[in-house]
């Protein structure tokens, strides 16, 4: 590779021509030699196709009726008529015409072609002699269809014709053989006069090749000595004066527009290097009013620190007092937390005798019902005894009638009347007695109800109470949260203080530094003054 960069353009455009000059005349010869031996080919087997089916014509009708019979033909004849085949074979540059024919699976002549040598020498094919076939010529027999082939046998190295044709009902193979020897020399001909003419075509691309790339390359040296002439020079007023509209120049128009664009862009540069001067006239006057602000904020800065002390002091003691009340609540959330465990467990036992209550007066609201229960029965004796007494003083007058007979039985009802007054005073009493029971039990009943009914209500009351005392215990808690977040907000107070005056010294130390910087500041300013001055020294040696 670092060859390639030591050779000169104009060299690397010619190899590159060449090259392509190769690449194009290497495709043309191939083909072209390709295609002349396939035309030269085809025409060798157009004169061996067109000899070969004059064979039956040179031969004769008479001939062709006796050929297939053994015996038919005498010698005289067949050198007859290799005669007339020789001679017709050398019209058309042919080497031998023969007639062959399928007898009991072999291949044999019925004629054949030769000249005064063979004919002397006795050195051709005779009637029905066998001949050894190749493979074209069994394909011919076998498929019934011309076939060309190239075969060596005694007679020397051949390209033949195949050529199956029906005679007198017989099938037989007129063939026709020319040298290959013939048909490589056509080949190397055409080879020759391929290669020459791809010999002179590439030369003349060369050639052509070689100009073009000094064209290319006088072109490129004019732009490159006209670029190192303005270097020298400092100069970009000269644009070039490229020729024609091609590649190159376009690149004459593109460094014609680079040289425009860098001219604009020095005196863009020369105008921002006067402003450049002027700035830093400005950033050095800031800088001393930066320095002097930075004064008179470390004082600011020093009476804020002692204000942020001051308060950190006051938020501390806000946080005892709150740490105070904080553990005062929780002391009566305690007492709270008691009291309604206990309002609970009497709420309670409140609900249980209530319970009890309402279960006496129904025990009593059932006595009563067993009460006038009693007192239907008591009723029901007293219409019995009534009963009774009517019934023995009915006795007594029905014994009164009776007379002296009657006498017991008066006795005995009077007995059963006045058994029957006892039984009515004692109903009577009872009944008395049973009406002052039902009245002191619907009493006692009313007042146990009332008992239980005050009972609920105190329930209900100590069921309020203990739900308020869950309020109250519920709203301390709530106290005691807010208290614990302003303790957390005091906290964060606190910190942020302690943040602000680490802030404040920071920012006192920025401030010194940044007096420190601004002094720098100033003193790079006056340097860069002395570089814009130069720099636009430097530009004053460009022609613009």
Same mark, same amino acid.
């Given at each position: 590779?670092?060859?390639?960069?030591?050779?000169?353009?104009?060299?690397?455009?010619?190899?590159?021509?060449?090259?392509?000059?190769?690449?194009?005349?290497?495709?043309?010869?191939?083909?072209?030699?390709?295609?002349?031996?396939?035309?030269?080919?085809?025409?060798?087997?157009?004169?061996?196709?067109?000899?070969?089916?004059?064979?039956?014509?040179?031969?004769?009708?008479?001939?062709?009726?006796?050929?297939?019979?053994?015996?038919?033909?005498?010698?005289?004849?067949?050198?007859?008529?290799?005669?007339?085949?020789?001679?017709?074979?050398?019209?058309?540059?042919?080497?031998?015409?023969?007639?062959?024919?399928?007898?009991?699976?072999?291949?044999?002549?019925?004629?054949?072609?030769?000249?005064?040598?063979?004919?002397?020498?006795?050195?051709?094919?005779?009637?029905?002699?066998?001949?050894?076939?190749?493979?074209?010529?069994?394909?011919?027999?076998?498929?019934?269809?011309?076939?060309?082939?190239?075969?060596?046998?005694?007679?020397?190295?051949?390209?033949?014709?195949?050529?199956?044709?029906?005679?007198?009902?017989?099938?037989?193979?007129?063939?026709?053989?020319?040298?290959?020897?013939?048909?490589?020399?056509?080949?190397?001909?055409?080879?020759?006069?391929?290669?020459?003419?791809?010999?002179?075509?590439?030369?003349?691309?060369?050639?052509?090749?070689?100009?073009?790339?000094?064209?290319?390359?006088?072109?490129?040296?004019?732009?490159?000595?006209?670029?190192?002439?303005?270097?020298?020079?400092?100069?970009?007023?000269?644009?070039?004066?490229?020729?024609?509209?091609?590649?190159?120049?376009?690149?004459?128009?593109?460094?014609?527009?680079?040289?425009?664009?860098?001219?604009?862009?020095?005196?863009?540069?020369?105008?921002?290097? #006067?402003?450049?001067?002027?700035? *830093?006239?400005? $950033? &050095?006057?800031? +800088?001393?009013? /930066? %320095?002097?602000?930075? @004064?008179?904020?470390?004082?600011?800065?020093?009476?804020?620190?002692?204000?942020?002390?001051?308060?950190?002091?006051?938020?501390?003691?806000?946080?005892?007092?709150?740490?105070?009340?904080?553990?005062?609540?929780?002391?009566?959330?305690?007492?709270?937390?008691?009291?309604?465990?206990?309002?609970?467990?009497?709420?309670?036992?409140?609900?249980?005798?209530?319970?009890?209550?309402?279960?006496?007066?129904?025990?009593?609201?059932?006595?009563?019902?067993?009460?006038?229960?009693?007192?239907?029965?008591?009723?029901?004796?007293?219409?019995?005894?009534?009963?009774?007494?009517?019934?023995?003083?009915?006795?007594?007058?029905?014994?009164?009638?009776?007379?002296?007979?009657? #006498?017991?039985?008066?006795?005995? *009802?009077?007995? $059963? &009347?006045?058994? +029957?007054?006892? /039984? %009515?005073?004692?109903? @009577?009493?009872?009944?008395?007695?049973?009406?002052?029971?039902?009245?002191?039990?619907?009493?006692?009943?009313?007042?146990?109800?009332?008992?239980?009914?005050?009972?609920?209500?105190?329930?209900?009351?100590?069921?309020?109470?203990?739900?308020?005392?869950?309020?109250?215990?519920?709203?301390?808690?709530?106290?005691?949260?807010?208290?614990?977040?302003?303790?957390?907000?005091?906290?964060?107070?606190?910190?942020?203080?302690?943040?602000?005056?680490?802030?404040?010294?920071?920012?006192?130390?920025?401030?010194?530094?940044?007096?420190?910087?601004?002094?720098?500041?100033?003193?790079?300013?006056?340097?860069?003054?002395?570089?814009?001055?130069?720099?636009?020294?430097?530009?004053?040696?460009?022609?613009?």
């Amino acid at each position: 590779m670092k060859l390639l960069h030591d050779i000169s353009l104009r060299t690397k455009l010619a190899c590159l021509f060449l090259l392509l000059n190769i690449v194009t005349v290497l495709a043309f010869c191939t083909h072209t030699y390709l295609r002349s031996s396939e035309q030269a080919m085809a025409l060798i087997d157009t004169r061996l196709n067109a000899s070969a089916r004059a064979v039956p014509a040179l031969l004769g009708d008479a001939f062709l009726a006796s050929m297939f019979t053994p015996g038919s033909v005498s010698q005289a004849q067949m050198v007859s008529n290799a005669r007339k085949l020789d001679d017709y074979a050398k019209q058309f540059n042919v080497v031998y015409l023969y007639l062959l024919w399928q007898k009991d699976g072999k291949i044999v002549y019925l004629a054949d072609g030769a000249g005064e040598k063979e004919l002397k020498e006795n050195s051709f094919g005779h009637h029905l002699e066998e001949y050894e076939p190749s493979e074209g010529l069994k394909r011919s027999f076998q498929q019934n269809r011309i076939e060309f082939d190239e075969y060596t046998d005694k007679y020397g190295t051949f390209r033949s014709v195949f050529i199956p044709q029906s005679i007198g009902g017989q099938q037989v193979v007129i063939a026709a053989d020319i040298l290959l020897s013939d048909a490589l020399a056509s080949r190397q001909q055409v080879l020759k006069e391929t290669l020459l003419i791809g010999g002179l075509s590439l030369l003349v691309g060369t050639l052509i090749a070689w100009w073009l790339s000094g064209l290319v390359s006088r072109a490129i040296l004019r732009i490159s000595s006209h670029i190192a002439l303005h270097a020298e020079e400092c100069q970009l007023n000269a644009p070039l004066r490229p020729q024609g509209r091609d590649e190159i120049a376009q690149i004459a128009h593109s460094f014609n527009l680079l040289c425009q664009r860098f001219r604009d862009t020095l005196l863009d540069v020369a105008n921002h290097a #006067r402003d450049t001067f002027h700035s *830093a006239e400005n $950033v &050095r006057q800031n +800088a001393h009013d /930066t %320095q002097s602000s930075s @004064s008179s904020s470390r004082e600011q800065l020093s009476q804020l620190a002692q204000r942020s002390e001051r308060i950190h002091g006051l938020a501390e003691n806000s946080r005892h007092t709150i740490d105070e009340v904080q553990q005062h609540m929780e002391a009566v959330q305690q007492q709270l937390q008691q009291s309604r465990s206990q309002v609970g467990v009497m709420a309670r036992d409140m609900q249980d005798h209530v319970a009890a209550n309402r279960e006496l007066a129904q025990r009593f609201d059932a006595l009563s019902s067993d009460v006038q229960h009693i007192t239907q029965i008591l009723q029901r004796i007293a219409g019995i005894s009534e009963q009774t007494n009517l019934l023995a003083l009915n006795a007594a007058i029905e014994a009164a009638r009776a007379g002296e007979a009657g #006498r017991g039985f008066a006795v005995v *009802a009077d007995e $059963v &009347r006045k058994l +029957a007054g006892q /039984t %009515q005073n004692t109903l @009577s009493e009872t009944d008395s007695f049973v009406a002052k029971l039902l009245n002191t039990i619907h009493d006692t009943a009313g007042i146990i109800t009332h008992q239980a009914d005050e009972a609920a209500t105190l329930s209900g009351a100590s069921t309020a109470m203990e739900q308020a005392l869950e309020q109250t215990r519920q709203v301390l808690a709530s106290l005691e949260s807010r208290f614990g977040q302003i303790v957390s907000e005091q906290q964060s107070i606190r910190n942020d203080l302690q943040q602000m005056h680490h802030g404040m010294q920071q920012l006192d130390q920025q401030s010194t530094q940044q007096g420190q910087t601004s002094q720098q500041l100033s003193d790079e300013a006056g340097s860069l003054e002395q570089t814009a001055r130069l720099l636009n020294l430097s530009l004053a040696r460009f022609k613009m």
